[in-house]
């Protein structure tokens, strides 16, 4: 049998792969059987998924994935406006030589593969290139929240990925990020990340 938080990480795994849909029920039963795994384990892994907002439960129905609807979408945005921004002024203050290496090789692999038409890679380029802002930037509580924020925009961002033309607008926005960190200059950090995440903002909303 697999631990409880193994449980909880596999099933968060799985949401987030989109393995199941929104507003789609969860069946205790069927979840232990899926991840050879007991009810107690599962009920806890569903009880944390609820704190992190990818769970709801509702009442004599039991536990289904939370649907984010594009208003709150935007929301969870203006909240990473501020935080992702501390990150990135925080990055740009802690960066050494080496990450500063690791984040300018990161976005000339983003710029080739906007060039080569290669969204998947641009994608988890991106998801490369903020977590790597995130590892530098060692604010344990900044992270925390963003990581937590980041899992209820999945669905949204995919959708936000799936655009024409998204990835050059993003790309540039990304660039300015990496040349302030770069420079060790937070304030442009924080500044470039704010314009990126309200770039964000004005996509979802082209989305409704």
Not at 21 to 50: H, I, K, N, T
Not at 67 to 88: D, F, H, K, N, P
Not at 145 to 167: D, K, N
Request: charged share 25%; glycine share 4%; proline share 2%.
């Amino acid at each position: 049998m697999v631990d409880d938080a193994q449980v909880r990480d596999e099933l968060r795994a799985a949401i987030l792969r989109g393995d199941f849909a929104p507003r789609q029920r969860l069946v205790e039963a069927d979840l232990c059987e899926q991840f050879g795994a007991r009810r107690f384990a599962v009920r806890a892994a569903l009880q944390d998924l609820v704190a992190e907002g990818l769970v709801e439960r509702q009442p004599n129905r039991g536990a289904r994935i939370r649907e984010i609807s594009l208003a709150e979408a935007i929301e969870i945005s203006e909240i990473r406006m501020v935080v992702e921004g501390l990150v990135a002024a925080r990055a740009a203050e802690r960066a050494t030589s080496a990450d500063a290496h690791r984040l300018t090789a990161i976005g000339k692999q983003m710029r080739k593969a906007v060039d080569t038409g290669d969204a998947t890679t641009y994608s988890d380029l991106n998801a490369e290139l903020h977590s790597t802002l995130r590892e530098i930037a060692a604010h344990e509580t900044a992270n925390r929240i963003v990581a937590q924020l980041h899992a209820q925009m999945v669905r949204h961002q995919f959708a936000l990925s799936r655009v024409p033309g998204r990835s050059s607008v993003s790309l540039v926005q990304h660039e300015a990020i990496v040349k302030a960190v770069v420079d060790r200059d937070p304030a442009a950090a924080e500044a470039a990340m704010r314009a990126h995440i309200a770039s964000v903002m004005d996509a979802l909303r082209a989305l409704g």
